[in-house]
């Protein structure tokens, strides 16, 4: 990616946050604790924080632009018309805007938006 892109875009995860117990307290126990935990093994073992930090590192020494965009609703908008509703997630997979009609896979249709975010990002920065 770096010998090949000038500016790299990605979500920015809080691992932590996203790996943290679902198995509460005494008085109010968590729920799916299995599913939760088994999420938050492959989480682990996907090793997400060592590629970003690595990729941060290797970035920085080939000159190239990393951006972190804050994730939320980003699966949930339309790259199209921008029009940003929860039902717009049909399943895990599908996106199809219930404003525009414009159908396309969910995690293709978040990565545009991921970029466009990205990109306003450096645009502001670079006009400061």
Same mark, same amino acid.
């Given at each position: 990616m770096v010998r090949d892109y000038d *500016?790299?875009?990605h979500e920015d995860l809080r691992i932590a946050n996203m790996t943290r117990s679902a198995s509460g307290t005494i008085e109010a126990p968590g729920r799916n604790v299995a599913q939760k935990s088994g999420l938050n093994r492959s989480i682990v073992d996907a090793g997400w924080g060592a590629? !970003?930090? *690595? !990729?941060a590192h290797k970035a920085e020494s080939a000159g190239r632009e990393l951006i972190a965009v804050n994730p939320a609703n980003t699966s949930r908008t339309c790259a199209r018309c921008g029009h940003c509703a929860k039902e717009n997630r049909v399943t895990q997979v599908e996106f199809v805007c219930t404003?525009? =009609?414009h159908t396309a896979h969910a995690d293709v249709n978040a990565a545009i938006n991921i970029l466009g975010? =990205? !990109?306003a990002l450096r645009?502001?920065?670079e006009a400061a």
């Amino acid at each position: 990616m770096v010998r090949d892109y000038d *500016v790299i875009v990605h979500e920015d995860l809080r691992i932590a946050n996203m790996t943290r117990s679902a198995s509460g307290t005494i008085e109010a126990p968590g729920r799916n604790v299995a599913q939760k935990s088994g999420l938050n093994r492959s989480i682990v073992d996907a090793g997400w924080g060592a590629f !970003l930090t *690595v !990729l941060a590192h290797k970035a920085e020494s080939a000159g190239r632009e990393l951006i972190a965009v804050n994730p939320a609703n980003t699966s949930r908008t339309c790259a199209r018309c921008g029009h940003c509703a929860k039902e717009n997630r049909v399943t895990q997979v599908e996106f199809v805007c219930t404003a525009c =009609g414009h159908t396309a896979h969910a995690d293709v249709n978040a990565a545009i938006n991921i970029l466009g975010a =990205g !990109l306003a990002l450096r645009d502001a920065a670079e006009a400061a």
